[in-house]
């Protein structure tokens, strides 16, 4: 995705929505982007990246660490850890159980 003039973004998920029409490069903001932590990988080290997000109209930023079974929503206010379990899209049907999400993961 383009999301500003000069920074070109690529994450690990993301998702249009709903009458967005694609685009070889993302020019409008997309409904949720997702962000998979390796184990190298520490969260501080996305805060451009969120910064990025979050400038280019992103609301719903999700951080996952499948080593330490752990999520987080960034917003305009921070990176906050998921304690509910759920990660969810407000007004759409999009919602993720983490323990489920971690338990298969534990299976594979």
């Known amino acids: 995705m383009q999301a500003s003039s000069t920074h070109f973004?690529?994450?690990d998920l993301m998702v249009l929505g709903?009458?967005?029409a694609k685009e070889r490069i993302v020019?409008?903001?997309s409904l949720l982007v997702i962000e998979i932590l390796s184990p190298e990988d520490?969260?501080?080290r996305f805060q451009d990246r969120?910064?990025?997000y979050l400038g280019f109209g992103i609301e719903n930023i999700w951080i996952i660490s499948p080593e330490r079974r752990t999520a987080h929503r960034a917003t305009r206010?921070?990176?906050h850890v998921v304690e509910n379990c759920e990660?969810?899209?407000p007004d759409t049907p999009i919602?993720?159980?983490l323990s489920e999400l971690f338990a298969e993961l534990d299976r594979a």
């Open 50 to 52: 969120i910064d990025d």
């Open 87 to 89: 990660l969810s899209v």
């Open 9 to 11: 973004r690529v994450p």
């Open 42 to 44: 520490r969260l501080g």
């Open 27 to 29: 020019t409008r903001p």
């Open 77 to 79: 206010t921070g990176i």
């Open 95 to 97: 919602k993720v159980n």
């Open 18 to 20: 709903q009458g967005v």
